[in-house]
């Protein structure tokens, strides 16, 4: 390895930080710039339903001490928004209008929450849950038992129900095409899983297409649904939780090829040999089922890392699905997912 | 949490609005009722490529020096920001444009180096500014708004301090800043606080008195104005011409007279032509224009000519650094000139004190018919503080001592060697008080003599006379704070350093060191048996000062014959209070060891 190369990992979340522990470990000498919207260092995103168990300070939740950073000769570039990646001339742009040269870069940026057509008109009425901030807003907008009402409810989703149940609040999960994704669940077997999750002491809403959401009137919780019935759902807050879109649009003119995600081979290497992404963002070919897919979860998205960054530096290694993608329901009746395993 | 202790910096280029941005900010606060301390760098050139930083500490509780570590950092210009990111502390913000026009080269931009500790707050600053102004001139007052909402500023005293300050010029200028500090405070709703900055409520004034915020050299005029000068002349030199420029404009309501002659050498004879003819008269310079002033400096000696000069030190010799701070023309303030000339030298270490010093240089000068030098620097004439003024006038109008009645025939003694040394002084015009004045050296009645006894017994009367300088009415020409009787470390300091020491040593008191500081107002004549008491306390003695050689040390060992541990630094900037503590605690461990 060429002394000083520059590694440029885009996105600091789960793979962008594995990536770069690897990264470091097989070449001490290079030099690695991490790059990432968010005005916080790495933080686990799994451990944001904590903030309604009180954990509301940000330092509390960071997976490294800010020290880490310059104790590693890590340049973190944060609130950076990064325009275009050049793969030709090895330059990526931010919208700052700052150019940066690197020899290899790994897409790591994930995916944002995902927003039906249909429910766009109604994006200032509802809230993410994506970020710290987010869940921080969230947690300021929730009166004392308050109800938040989920749209869709994927594991993201239900992973915070089941935080928010725990800890005194109510939660309405209004049933959809995206309820449990990324699992994808058979019909016959639905009913099973939402019962799972009444159990939990989740009222579920199934059935009538939604109509619109407002404002709900003086006096009542500050969102009403009203569904295509005439019924209507109340709720402090209401939250989407349809999945994920890979973060991608950065990408449109660096000449790699695109489908919904990054396409990637098993090596994690995009059509431009400069080029790795890992993580959520990414659609790795599938020789088994001939066709690019998705691998979701901690623990893969967290193996991605690792293996993008051992072939950014030299080796060949296929990344390998790690564990049961299944969901299921275990023994005391609760529905799990080992998309929620995490260390 | 109500105290309130919050530093903020402001940097950017020339021309940005930097010192502006400080100036409303500084002044808001104030007027929210909050103490302050700020103080601008800028540089030598007017406008264009150089750099700008301002400083303002906020605080509730009375503090004494700026801090090493700033809380927030706003930069108008990376190139020039980016070097005091370091200046943050952890947990701290630092904001930035996120949005330049400029392309920029790799590293050139703010997020390259805002540290994993520190949050980040990129602000399109310049299309907020243009979206509600129709201009990007305002970009400095955006950040203004910004920080209002960010940190709960009073917004009120924002838009009053910006009406005020925008009242000279067109409607339009000061609505459109006003838009512009509206547009940032609705910028920042979109932004989550990340950082653990906090303001609490300000602090409560006592009645009876006036809470004002200025700087040094407007404090100094403040006092002028107060002991009732009649004259000044002066020639513009950075960093004293502010005291001119504000006298300029209220000397005249006030029926007194200033002229700016055409150099520093008509401008010292001037003031002392003045103060013979009874006009309380004052000059203001810097070091070199006292360089210039030293030998008429000696005229006013010779002749017991009251008069007192300003003297706002900056970095010397020569033209040396004129927009950076130093405290080295003491030996010039205290030996220069020719002979034996000694004359009182007074340092202020702070805004209240410049006021003070200011007024009763005046009385000084009076009442020991002699010049009075006092000794500002940058760092104390440009920084800012709020002041708590007495509404009573404290100084004395008239510290003459008068010539009694003269028999007829009697010949009128300009210079009767008396009890006290001082002779009662007849001014031009005064009935029977016709009188000889030279710089030769001279008999009781002005005469020329080269007697060696006359030389001798006038010498002795010209510095014995000042010995009186030392018990004079309320004036601290020195005062002890920090820990009584025995410590293991002193810290003797003068200036505008001793902010910094006090606050050293309350650090280090708070690291259970015995220690305590020591202010030196009065460096001529100096006051040796305070200093002596209190040297003798201290196992250690520390002076930090602002001049290579370590004037203070060498004046006092001098005098005391005391070997004391000398911290000298003249990098430009104001002292650091780590770097004093740094100092205290290896000399109080040194002590601990031996």
Known sequence: MAKGTHHVIIGIGIAGNRAAEILRERDPDCRITMITMSRLP??????????????????????????????????????????????????????????IGFDRVVVCTGGSGYLPEDLTDYRHLMNGFATFESAMTVYELLPEGGRVVMLGGDMIGLDLARTLLETGYRVTLVVNDYTFWPHRVAADQRGKYLEALERLGIEVHEGAKLERVKEGPKGMPARCLVFEDGSEVFGDVVMPFCGLVPSVEFMLSSGVDIERGLLVNPQLRTTNERIWAAGDVCQIWSAEENAYRFYYGWNNVRAMGEVAARNMTGEEEPFVSIGDEDLYVDKSGHINSPFWQHD | MDSTDLQIIICGSAGDGTIAAGDILKRA?????????????????????????????????????????????????????????????????????????????????????????????????????????????????????????????????????????????????????????????????????????????????????????????????????????????????????????????????????????????????????????????????????????????????????????????????????????????????????????????????????????????????????????????????????????????????????????????????????????VSPRAVPGDVGGMHTVTGL?????????????????????????????????????????????????????????????????????????????????????????????????????LVPELNYEGQLANLVSGQLGRPLSRLSRVTGAPMQVEEILEQVRALAKGRAAA
């Open chain 1, 42 to 99: 790495f933080y686990n995103r799994y451990d944001l339903p904590k903030v309604f168990r009180g954990v509301r300070d940000w330092r509390e939740i960071l997976v490294d001490p800010p020290a880490h950073y310059d104790k590693s000769h890590i340049t973190l570039r944060r609130d950076s928004r990064v325009t275009n990646v050049d793969g030709q001339r090895g330059t990526l742009t931010f919208a700052h209008n700052e150019e």
């Open chain 2, 29 to 421: 606060m104030a007027r929210a009722g909050y103490k302050v301390i700020a103080f601008d760098l800028y540089p030598a050139e007017i406008r264009g490529f150089g750099k700008c930083v301002a400083r303002v500490r906020v605080t509730t509780e009375q503090v004494y020096s700026l801090k090493r570590r700033s809380d927030v950092l706003v930069s108008l210009d990376d190139s020039h920001a980016i070097e005091h990111v370091g200046e943050v502390r952890d947990f701290g913000a630092v904001i930035f444009e996120n949005a330049p026009i400029a392309r920029l080269r790799e590293g050139r931009h703010m997020s390259a180096h805002v540290k994993p500790g520190q949050v980040p707050y990129g602000l399109a600053q310049r299309e907020v500014c243009e979206r509600a102004t129709s201009s990007s001139r305002s970009r400095n007052i955006v950040v203004l708004g910004f920080l209002a909402r960010m940190y709960g500023l009073p917004v009120a005293a924002f838009h009053e301090i910006i009406a005020d300050k925008f009242k000279t010029k067109a409607p339009v200028v000061g609505e459109s800043n006003i838009r512009a500090f509206d547009a940032g405070f609705e910028a920042a709703t979109a932004y989550f606080k990340l950082d653990d900055v906090t303001l609490g409520p300000p602090s409560h004034v006592a009645e009876g008195a006036d809470t004002v915020m200025m700087t040094g050299n407007g404090a100094v005029v403040q006092g002028c104005l107060d002991a009732g000068i009649g004259s000044f002349f002066g020639y513009p030199i950075t960093p004293a011409t502010t005291i001119m420029e504000r006298l300029a404009v209220e000397m005249p309501k006030a029926g007194a007279r200033l002229l700016q002659t055409e150099d520093e050498i008509s401008a010292i004879a001037a003031t002392i032509g003045a103060g013979y003819a009874g006009s309380r008269a004052a000059t203001a310079t810097s070091g070199p224009g006292l360089a210039l002033m030293v030998e008429m400096l000696g005229l006013g000696v010779m002749a017991e000519v009251p008069c007192v000069i300003f003297v706002s030190q900056r970095g010397g010799p020569s033209t040396g650094m004129p927009t950076k701070t130093e405290q080295s023309d003491l030996n010039l303030a205290v030996f220069g000139g020719a002979g034996d000339a000694q004359r009182i030298v007074l340092a202020p270490t702070n805004v209240e004190g410049c006021y003070r010093c200011a007024g009763k240089a005046f009385e000084l000068a009076e009442k020991f018919q002699t010049p009075v030098v006092i000794l500002l620097d940058l760092y104390l004439s440009n920084r800012y503080e709020t002041v708590i003024f007495s509404k009573d006038n404290i100084f004395e109008p008239n510290c003459s001592k008068a010539v009694e009645k003269q028999d007829p025939g009697q010949a009128y003694q300009r210079f009767q060697l008396t009890d006290d040394f």
């Open chain 2, 441 to 541: 050296e001279h008999n009781e009645l002005g005469r020329p003599s080269d007697s060696g006894e006359m030389h001798t017994r006038m010498s002795a009367k010209r510095h014995r006379k000042l010995e009186g300088a030392l018990a004079h009415g309320d004036l601290n020409i020195c005062k002890r704070f920090g820990d009584e009787g025995p410590v293991d470390v002193g810290i003797l300091a003068w200036g505008s350093t001793f902010g910094e020491s006090l606050e050293a040593m309350m650090a280090a008191q708070a690291e259970g060191i015995r220690c305590s500081a020591m202010k030196v107002v009065m460096l001529s004549p100096l006051p040796v048996d305070l200093i002596a008491g209190f040297l003798a306390d201290c196992k250690e003695v």
